[in-house]
């Protein structure tokens, strides 16, 4: 298993105090649970988006590790909660508190509680690539510009 040791610094004094560290759930998870940093419920109306605090700052410090965010997906199709940016990117030289933008596509309000677990981060490896200009590419594809349900497969 590879492990990768990042700065975790409690921007909110709830962290620790009566909201946990985000950690991974159970030995397969793949991705840390981020919590609600919040003293009190806050209500995502139909429609609407709200941004959340997590209470951490993160120091990855590797240029070739990127956080991802991504959504739980229990809130997305119970609740219809989902990121309002549909993932999130956080930089490993990104230093500020991680906070989530939580829009509500479902039907009904729904109440954030304090320490909830919104979201969950990856943490991923980064290929940078160089962009080359070109007329032509040097090899061509079967696909070629094919696109939008090109391939007609479901």
């Known amino acids: 298993m590879n492990t990768l040791n990042v700065e975790t610094k409690a921007v909110n ?3 620790g105090d009566t909201i946990p560290l985000p950690s991974y759930t159970t030995e397969g998870s793949a991705a840390i649970d981020l ?3 919040i003293e009190v419920e806050i209500e995502i109306h139909p429609g609407e988006t709200e941004l959340i605090g997590s209470g951490i700052a993160i120091n990855i410090k590797d240029p070739n590790v990127v956080g991802i965010i991504a959504p739980r997906s229990g809130l997305g199709i119970k ?3 989902v990121l309002a ?3 999130g ?3 490993s030289d990104y230093q500020g508190e991680i906070k989530i933008g939580l829009f509500n596509r479902g039907k009904t309000t729904y ?6 677990r919104i979201c969950q981060m990856l943490f991923m490896p980064v290929i940078k690539a160089v962009l080359n200009l070109v007329q032509d590419f040097s090899t061509e594809t079967v696909r070629g510009q094919g696109g939008f349900g090109h391939s007609g497969k479901i």
């Open 89 to 91: 990117v956080i930089d």
């Open 13 to 15: 004094p709830l962290i």
């Open 85 to 87: 940016n549909t993932i």
């Open 79 to 81: 609740n219809g909660i």
């Open 35 to 37: 919590r609600a940093c």
């Open 111 to 116: 109440i954030i509680k304090p320490g909830e």
